[in-house]
C-alpha cells in the first residue's frame, strides 16, 4: 500500500516512518512525488489544522494520505503556542537554531517549566473518508538543550518527558515512540491500518 506523508518536516517523517516501518507500506512525500506548495492552516485546532492538511494533500495525489498538526503548550507562555508554535517568537523563517535560542532565552525568565506536547493525525483513506489520532505528553522544559535534535523539531532536545531523566531526543527510538505525543498517535494510527489491512486480505482469502 502506497500512502503519502503530507509534510516537508524530515523529522516528522522519520519519527512517524519509524512506527510504520513493520506495515506493508510505501511512505511518500510531497516533493518526492512533485508537489509543490503548502496546504491552508487555519483551523482552530490541531485536529482540523491537521485535516486540512490531509485533504490538501489527498485531493493532489489521489492517494491516501497521512498529515500531523502539532505543537506545544507551556502553562508559562498560556495561549502564545500552541496551534502557533512553529510560527512563535522568531518567526516561521527563522531556522531551528534561531527559533530554539529565542525560545529557551524566553523561558529563562519563567519559573514554571511545566508543558505539553499535543499532536493530532488526519488519514484521509482511498474513500476519501477522515480519520483522527490523538498524541499528548507532559513534561517539563529544561533550561538548555541537552542532545542533539531531528531537523524541525528543535523542541525534543529540551523537552523532558513525564517520568524519564532524559529529553526527547536523547531517548532510544523505542522509548521515545512509546512516550512522545507523536509516537502515542502514530502507534494509534498503526493499529488502525494493521487491523483495516487484516481485514481486507480476510476479504480477499
Known sequence: MELLLGTNNRGKMI?????????????????????AGDPA????????????????YFEKAKLPTLAD???????????????HTRRWGAGPAASDEEWIRYFL????REENKR????????????EGQVHL?????????TDDLEAEY???LPISACFKPEGHAKVFSALG??????????????????DFLRARLQGHHERRS
Open 173 to 190: 527510538v523505542e522509548e521515545k515512540n512509546r512516550a512522545s505525543h507523536r509516537g502515542r498517535a502514530s502507534q494509534k494510527f498503526a
Open 105 to 108: 532565552e524566553r523561558m529563562k
Open 15 to 35: 519519527e512517524i516512518g519509524e512506527v510504520l516501518r513493520s506495515l506493508p507500506v510505501t511512505i511518500l512525500t510531497p516533493d518526492a512525488i512533485g508537489i
Open 69 to 83: 498538526d502539532s505543537g506545544i503548550e507551556v502553562d508559562a507562555l498560556r495561549g502564545e503556542l500552541g496551534l
Open 41 to 56: 492552516e487555519t483551523g482552530a485546532t490541531f485536529a482540523e489544522n491537521a485535516t486540512q492538511k490531509a485533504l490538501y
Open 133 to 141: 489520532f490523538e498524541g499528548t505528553c507532559e513534561g517539563t522544559i
Open 115 to 126: 508543558a505539553r506536547f499535543i499532536c493530532h493525525l488526519a488519514h484521509v483513506d482511498a
Open 150 to 152: 531531528l531537523p524541525g
